[in-house]
């Protein structure tokens, strides 16, 4: 089992910073790619920005510049620092994992339950 809880969103101005933080934990063999995505209401879910355990990071345009991906050396938690916020990010962030689990070798990707950020103009 593998469990991914999110922290950090909330409510914030345009203009204005926050910090996700992503933290997995079970029975788990590798953390390969971990990464955040973002769904508004009535869009599709969206990649916001991965990071790969040799810390190769890719980002949505939209955010390019903006955002920075970072994880821990261990591997086991993933940050998203969110600068000069716009309306437009506004969203759930949901946590992404792609896991090998130790019981079965399984290899797939986890979600977490998302975190709300709203951003006001």
């Known amino acids: 089992q593998v469990q991914l809880v999110e922290s950090g969103g909330g409510l914030v101005q345009a203009g204005g910073s926050l910090r996700l933080s992503c933290a997995a934990s079970?029975?788990?063999?590798?953390?390969?790619?971990m990464g955040w995505y973002r769904q508004a209401p009535g869009k599709q879910r969206e990649l916001v920005a991965t990071?790969?355990?040799?810390?190769?990071?890719n980002y949505a345009d939209s955010v390019k510049g903006r955002f920075t991906i970072s994880r821990t050396n261990a591997r086991n938690t993933v940050y998203l620092q969110m600068n000069r916020l716009k309306p437009e990010d506004t969203a759930v962030y949901y946590c992404?994992?792609?896991?090998?689990?130790?019981?079965?070798?399984?290899?797939?990707?986890?979600w977490g339950q998302g975190t709300q950020v709203t951003v006001s103009s």
């Open positions: 992404n994992a792609d896991v090998q689990i130790i019981a079965t070798w399984t290899r797939r990707g986890y």
């Open positions: 079970g029975s788990i063999f590798s953390i390969y790619t």
């Open positions: 990071i790969t355990s040799g810390d190769s990071t």
